[in-house]
């Protein structure tokens, strides 16, 4: 309970990130064409307990059929399905794309405080400091993939081989592992990191 209030608080709190990591996940979904899959759920189905991917949601309610209709007293909810596209190339562009859109986003807005840092616009001041580092946390911290489109990724993945084997395997494992301890303090990790490796690049002090 504790930790779904915080990160309610957390998710409010950098809320533009939220907003933009939304818009550019379904974006990708539109852009690769990921379907909807539908649920025959009996009662209440808590969504966030439950990792969002077709076989996880199958142990917790009926995935239905393209023209399969609900029983009686079922009630239909829909879920975005990745499981079900073709080519893997769109799976992993539609997964993975915007996690490195909201890196670059994130690297960029560090890279623009930076050169506020530079050319003395940022000095000491704690607010000005806040001021600059917010966009690019708010947009580091929404920068990880989804859990279950992650591990639906990961799943096809391995059925990979040969160069193609060689190529995906490292980026998708690193994202599955990352999202395996899929917590807020990840996020808060990762975003500490790009912050970390930006001011590096520039030469400027933590």
């Given at each position: 309970m504790a930790s779904s209030i915080f990160r309610i608080v957390f998710n409010a709190f950098t809320a533009p990130g939220v907003l933009v990591s939304n818009a550019i996940q379904?974006?990708?979904?539109?852009?690769?064409?990921?379907?909807?899959?539908?649920?025959?759920?009996?009662?209440?189905?808590?969504?966030?307990?439950?990792?969002?991917?077709?076989?996880?949601?199958?142990?917790?309610?009926?995935?239905?059929?393209?023209?399969?209709e609900p029983r009686e007293g079922e009630h239909v909810?829909?879920?975005?399905?990745?499981e079900a596209l073709d080519e893997y190339q769109d799976m992993f562009a539609a997964v993975l794309g915007p996690f490195f859109a909201m890196t670059g986003i994130a690297m960029l807005l560090?890279?623009?405080?930076?050169?506020?840092?530079i050319t003395g616009v940022v000095n000491n001041s704690v607010l000005l400091w806040w001021a600059g580092v917010y966009p690019g946390f708010a947009a580091a911290v929404h920068a990880l993939p989804k859990p279950g489109a992650t591990i639906a990724l990961w799943t096809r993945t391995e059925g990979l081989t040969g160069v193609a084997s060689a190529v995906f395997v490292p980026i998708v494992g690193t994202a599955y592992v990352l999202n395996g301890a899929r917590v807020i303090w990840v996020s808060l990790f990762y975003a500490f990191f790009l912050f970390w490796l930006v001011s590096t690049l520039f030469g400027l002090p933590l």
């Open positions: 379904e974006a990708a979904d539109e852009r690769y064409g990921v379907p909807y899959g539908r649920l025959a759920v009996w009662g209440k189905l808590d969504r966030d307990a439950v990792v969002e991917n077709r076989n996880s949601l199958s142990q917790v309610a009926r995935v239905l059929g393209p023209n399969e909810k829909q879920f975005v399905d990745y560090f890279a623009v405080f930076s050169v506020l840092r």
